[in-house]
Each structure stands twice: as structure tokens, then as C-alpha cells.
């Protein structure tokens, strides 16, 4: 009976089986789409901080600060690259190198937006780090694409052919041209400290 229950689980190892208590992120469920609750749960995050990160790119060039799509997209982006480490490994892999560098990068987000409240030189950092988050959690969707996607998957079966690394040049590049214009364009005073 337990063998059956996991058996549909592929991202429970061995290890996993003999655990008494999952949270209940991973615990053994039905898959929705194919998915287990916690790739569901990654997969919606990282794409709820994709959107909102282009929003907030859009109000750093407009110089606009638009807090709640600033605080949607940090806490969703946190909250991907965390959940990232919740799925199983054996060895530390290159996902959880970028997962580290983007988490380091968030940190230093959310301190000069909510610390340092973008006063002086904390206002170019915040728009760098912004774009630069949102940076990584494209090149990771990118990454994704080119692995699900049947037909980018043929393009670039291991990844190391040329249309993956021509989709992540084209991606570097227009990212370099918004953060340098972000930090050009973002312009808002900070707000009043009471």
C-alpha cells in the first residue's frame, strides 16, 4: 500500500520513504498537471515573480516605485529560490549555486528599498538588484523552457548547443540594457521618515 502511494512521486527518493513526517508541502498528493504539490507551489511562485518583476522594471524606468508590485515580486522571488532547496538532492548542484547568488542579491533588494529606504547611493543598488533578481529567475525559466519544451528540447538537448546559448545571450543583454537603464531612470525620492 505505501509502495503504491509513492510510486507516482518521482521526486521522493528512498531517503524520503522512511521519513515519519513531511511538511505538508511535501507531502505525498495526487499530482495536479503532472506535478507534485511542491513543484506546483515553485512553478506558480516563480511565475507570479516573473510578472511582477516586469512590472516593477516598468516602474523603475517610468520612475515609478509601485510598492505593491515591489513587494509582490521580492516576496514571491524569495519565496522561489527558497522553495528551490526544498526538492531533493545528493550533491550540491548549479541550481543552488544561483539559488544562494539570487537570494544574496534579494537581500540586498529588500535592504536598500525597506532599510535604507533608497536614500543616496541605496537607490541605484535597489534598481541593479531588482533587475538583476529578476535576471536570474529568467535565465532559470529559460533553462526550464529549453528542458520541457519539446521542441526546444530538440534544438538544445543538453544545452550546450547553440540556440540555448544564443537564447541566453539575447536574454543577458537586453537585461544589461534595462538595468543600466533603470539605475539611469529610477529617480524617485525616497519617501519621508517619520
Given amino acids: ?34 506535478m507534485s504539490n511542491l513543484t506546483l507551489v515553485h512553478v506558480v511562485l516563480s511565475l507570479v515573480g516573473l510578472g511582477s518583476g516586469f512590472v516593477v522594471i516598468y ?3 517610468t520612475a515609478n516605485r509601485l510598492d505593491r508590485w515591489t513587494v509582490l515580486f521580492l516576496v514571491t522571488t524569495i519565496a522561489t529560490s527558497v522553495t528551490g532547496f526544498f526538492f531533493p538532492f545528493e550533491k550540491f548542484l548549479p541550481s543552488h ?7 544574496v542579491v534579494l537581500a540586498d533588494a529588500v535592504f536598500a528599498r525597506y ?3 533608497l536614500v543616496g547611493p541605496w537607490r541605484w543598488i535597489y534598481a541593479v ?12 525559466l529559460i533553462v526550464q523552457l529549453f528542458l520541457k519544451v519539446p521542441a526546444l528540447h530538440a534544438m538544445a538537448p543538453t544545452q550546450s548547443e547553440p540556440p540555448f ?6 536574454a543577458l543583454v ?3 540594457g534595462l538595468t543600466i537603464a533603470a539605475v539611469k ?8 521618515i517619520a
Avoid: C, W
Fill in 115 to 117: 532599510a535604507k529606504h
Fill in 1 to 34: 500500500m505505501v509502495q503504491d502511494i509513492f510510486a507516482n512521486f518521482h521526486y521522493i527518493n528512498t531517503d524520503f520513504r522512511t521519513a515519519v513526517e513531511l511538511p505538508l508541502i511535501l507531502e505525498p498528493r495526487p499530482m495536479i498537471l503532472g
Fill in 97 to 103: 549555486a544561483l539559488g544562494i547568488i539570487s537570494l
Fill in 59 to 61: 516602474g523603475l524606468l
Fill in 185 to 192: 531612470m529610477f529617480r524617485v525620492a525616497p519617501p519621508a
Fill in 174 to 176: 537586453v537585461f544589461v
Fill in 165 to 170: 546559448a544564443v537564447a541566453q545571450l539575447v
Fill in 129 to 140: 538588484s531588482a533587475v538583476v533578481a529578476q535576471y536570474l529567475n529568467f535565465f532559470v
